[in-house]
């Protein structure tokens, strides 16, 4: 059976609709009059995780029911959001929820690590068709992306441990899908240079 193409707006929204509802929950949360700045953002981060949990879910089913199938990177980012989500809402701890993308990197970048050791880009299963790319390329591209992912991985406990939950929820929301976007476009050589061309 043909693997059915989803409309690409669909995918985008599917992959940062929850983020950003994640934010709006956050900015919108209701909290108690004359909470300190620490107890409201508190209250704010436990509710907009409580939002993050079931939206992030339903973006996942979603996505079964139109393509039949789960990309594995959304399938380990939805598990991690349910257990440090559901550890920050029993716990009343936003400690969980702002290590989720510490926990995320490191295991996306170890994952990547692994495959190089054995001499392998697992990043080309998950993208060669979008992407084909000669042998070589696809192994400097996937050290590249483990590189970035340790690095954001370190970026994000220097935020969450230095910062206020405020600063931490902005970062999240933006600085990390831009810097990822713009590693990706800043690759650019790679593709051109490793390019599988279609002779045909």
Partial sequence: MTEKKQNPIVKLVLEVGPIILFFLAYKFAPFPEGATD????????IFATGVFIPVTIIALAYSWFVNKHLPKMAVVTAVIVVVFGGLTIWL???TFIKMKPTILYLAFGGTLGFGLLRGQSYLRYLMGEMMPLQDEGWMIFTKRFALFFFGLAIVNELVWRNFDT?????FKTFF?????FGFIMSQV???SKYEIKDES
């Fill in 166 to 170: 405020d600063t931490w929820v902005t």
């Fill in 189 to 191: 050589g790679i593709f």
């Fill in 38 to 45: 620490e107890e409201r953002q508190l209250v704010q981060i």
């Fill in 176 to 180: 990390l899908p831009i810097a990822t």
């Fill in 92 to 94: 009343q701890d936003a």
